[in-house]
């Protein structure tokens, strides 16, 4: 039950929700006259928050692959543990790169 809370369709779902319903109450807040922010400020938000949500997901599929590797072939843990850092560093990169550019748009 916690396993299938946590899916990659629950989380799309969710977030397209949120996205929705926020979306609708600015709207609403605009045809009101009310001074709110709008969708367009909340964008590097939502980059940051998609960033952090992919190079986790990344950064755990690769390290259970690589476990679960190493466990059925324990004379090559080395050069797999190695393989698994170089791409981890590369991943953490690529998400510090994606989050300086969504901060940088605020």
């Known amino acids: 039950m916690i396993r299938s809370l946590f899916s990659t ?18 709207a609403n807040a605009q045809e009101a006259g009310a ?3 709008s969708l367009i400020d909340l964008t590097p938000a939502f980059g940051v928050g998609l960033v952090v949500i992919g190079a986790a997901m990344g950064i755990g599929k690769l390290a259970s692959a690589a ?3 190493m466990s059925r072939q324990p004379e090559v843990a080395g050069s797999i543990s ?9 991943i953490e990169g690529f998400t510090f790169f994606a989050l300086y550019i969504c901060m940088t748009k605020a």
Do not use: P, Q
Request: charged share 10%.
């Open 35 to 37: 001074t709110g922010r």
């Open 82 to 90: 190695t393989a698994m850092i170089i791409a981890a560093a590369l």
């Open 9 to 26: 369709r629950t989380i799309a779902v969710v977030a397209a929700l949120a996205v929705t319903f926020l979306a609708a109450d600015m």
């Open 67 to 69: 476990y679960e590797s």
